[in-house]
């Protein structure tokens, strides 16, 4: 189930929303509602049951402050940000939100298909550079503070990850997709989701911010380590 937040009270023809929900509908995405943004705020104590949740930005003014309501909704469901004006958010912020993917309003139905399939197949969608550089200055800060804290020793065995999960772990924070990691490897699309998900579940973590956010705090010197191979 998929909802849509939108201060448009209606889906004019060939318009972004209306592309959205068409999309969603031929993926087989049923009960696509709208919402108005009152929604967020209502949803922030809610389980989640939505397999994602779009928040249509046309007409809302976005600073690099991330609102509370939503910042707390993107850590229960996926949330993307559409119809963004280039330059109106910040991706950086977005991206430590836990917001899932940005969608702007330049790009085209194909992009758009594109965007939504990744994001439901529980890919994160944002520009690669910014995937790779936001997680690379998280592993800096952290290697940090690792210098001046005394940490406990981890034991690399205890997590008993495979070297092609940590070889996967790596191309995810340079912002890689599953095809592009799947060609890189030369395996198969369902090879790499199968690792993934064994990553996922030897490390608890729920998607790809949550285990790039343990590899930081976890597992840097592993991580950086196959990340110079």
């Not at 909802?3 to 448009?8: K, M, R």
């Not at 963004?84 to 790009?107: C, F, M, N, P």
């Not at 790596?170 to 198969?188: C, D, F, M, V, Y």
């Amino acid at each position: 189930m998929a909802t849509i937040i939108t201060a448009q009270q209606t889906i004019k023809e060939q318009s972004n929303l209306y592309y959205l929900r068409s999309i969603l509908l031929m993926l087989d995405v049923e009960n696509v509602f709208l919402e108005n943004f009152e929604f967020i705020a209502e949803q922030v104590g809610c389980d989640a049951t939505e397999q994602v949740t779009f928040i249509d930005m046309a007409t809302v003014k976005w600073t690099e402050y991330i609102p509370k309501n939503i910042n707390t909704l993107a850590k229960k469901r996926p949330i993307v940000l559409m119809n963004v004006r280039d330059g109106a958010v910040s991706e950086r912020s977005a991206l430590l939100a836990g917001i899932k993917g940005i969608i702007y309003e330049t790009d085209k139905p194909d992009v758009q298909l594109k965007s939504i399939r990744a994001i439901l197949d529980g890919e994160l969608w944002f520009r690669r550079s910014i995937i790779s550089s936001t997680f690379s200055e998280l592993l800096s800060e952290h290697i940090q503070t690792k210098s001046t804290v005394p940490q406990a020793e981890i034991d690399e065995s205890t997590y008993n990850l495979t070297k092609r999960e940590k070889t996967i772990i790596k191309l995810i924070a340079e912002g890689a997709q599953n095809k592009e990691i799947a060609n890189k490897l030369h395996i198969s699309d369902h090879t790499v989701k199968t690792h993934l998900y064994s990553a996922f579940k030897k490390t608890k973590s729920r998607n790809r911010i949550e285990l790039l956010n343990w590899a930081r705090q976890f597992f840097p010197d592993a991580l950086t380590r196959y990340h110079t191979n």
